[in-house]
């Protein structure tokens, strides 16, 4: 079975949500956005380093992609 093609607007939607939900049970999560996987769009999460919980799969039917960035901090 081939995955539905999430749309942009569909993941941009998602973001509000899952950046809430994260950020009460993953403190590595340092922001969330969205990113192209494949031809359709994905909630991107970084995290400051490895999870110690898996992060779901998806949220609110946008796959997420995880990428360990380090600490952010302004420049």
Same mark, same amino acid.
């Given at each position: $079975? ?5 749309t ?6 998602? &973001?509000?949500?899952a *950046?809430q $939900?994260? *950020? !009460? %049970?993953?403190?590595e999560? %340092?922001?969330?956005?969205? &990113? #192209? #996987?494949? +031809? @359709?769009?994905? *909630? !991107?999460?970084? *995290? &400051? +380093?490895?999870?110690r +919980?898996?992060?779901? !799969? /998806?949220?609110? @039917?946008v796959?997420?992609? /995880?990428?360990?960035? @380090?600490r952010? %901090?302004?420049?």
């Amino acid at each position: $079975m081939i995955p539905a093609m999430v749309t942009l607007d569909a993941a941009r939607g998602a &973001t509000p949500h899952a *950046l809430q $939900m994260l *950020l !009460k %049970s993953h403190p590595e999560v %340092s922001g969330v956005g969205v &990113t #192209r #996987r494949g +031809r @359709g769009w994905a *909630l !991107k999460v970084n *995290l &400051t +380093r490895r999870p110690r +919980r898996p992060l779901p !799969k /998806e949220i609110d @039917g946008v796959p997420v992609v /995880e990428e360990i960035v @380090g600490r952010v %901090s302004a420049q």
